[in-house]
C-alpha cells in the first residue's frame, strides 16, 4: 500500500511537471527527455535510432540523455555531480545505478529524472521495468520502503486527471480558507 501511495503522489507531481512537455521538436525514432532551461518542466528532442538491440538502444538512450543537442535550450535530467555508475538488463528489467549525490537532489529534481529515465527508456522495446539502485542500495522511499522497480503504467498517471485531482484540491483547499475567513 506504501509503494502505491508513493506512486501516485509521484506520478501526480510527475504528471504536473510531464505537463509542460514540449510536442516533439524533432521527429525522430525515439524521444529524449531533458529538463528544460528554467529546470521545472521536461522537454523532448527526437533522435534517429543508430542501434538495433536492447542493449545497443539503452545505451544510445543514456548517453543522449547526458549530453543534450547544443541546438536544444535544456539540461540533462541527470544532473552533472550525479554519476551513472553502471546499468545492466536483466530480462524486461533495466537497473541503472548513481552514486551517491542522487541522495542529494531536491524532490522535483529526483521526480524530473526518474520521469525522464522512464520515459526515454520505456521507448526501447522489451524493457517494462526500470530499478534505480543509489550507492549500491536500492532506491527508498522517504518511508523508507525499497521501490522494486518503476514502470510507465505505475509512475505516471493520466495527464487530464492530474490535473483534475490538483484542481479538485486546490478549490477544497480555497474553501478551507474561505471558511477559516468567514470564522474570524
Not at 22 to 36: A, N
Not at 86 to 97: C, P, R
Amino acid at each position: 500500500m506504501k509503494k502505491y501511495k508513493y506512486f501516485m503522489i509521484t506520478g501526480l507531481l510527475a504528471a504536473m511537471l510531464l505537463s509542460g512537455c514540449s510536442e516533439k521538436e524533432e521527429k525522430g525514432d525515439v524521444l529524449i527527455y531533458y529538463i528544460d532551461a528554467e529546470n521545472d518542466t521536461l522537454i523532448t528532442e527526437g533522435y534517429n535510432w543508430e542501434e538495433n538491440d536492447i542493449r545497443g538502444q539503452t545505451a544510445f538512450i543514456l548517453e543522449k540523455m547526458r549530453t543534450p543537442k547544443d541546438t536544444v535550450k535544456c539540461n540533462s535530467a541527470i544532473p552533472s555531480d550525479v554519476k551513472m555508475i553502471d546499468w545492466t538488463i536483466d530480462g524486461q528489467v533495466l537497473e541503472v545505478s548513481f552514486s551517491d549525490e542522487y541522495k542529494l537532489m531536491d524532490r522535483p529534481q529526483e521526480v524530473l529524472l526518474q520521469a525522464a529515465l522512464v520515459e526515454s527508456l520505456s521507448q526501447v522495446d522489451g524493457i517494462e521495468n526500470i530499478v534505480i539502485r543509489v550507492g549500491g542500495e536500492l532506491l527508498t522511499d522517504k518511508e523508507g520502503n525499497v521501490i522494486e522497480g518503476i514502470s510507465k503504467e505505475d509512475y505516471l498517471l493520466d495527464t487530464e486527471e492530474a490535473f483534475y485531482k490538483a484542481e479538485k484540491h486546490e478549490q477544497i483547499e480555497e474553501a478551507d480558507v474561505e471558511e477559516v475567513e468567514e470564522m474570524k
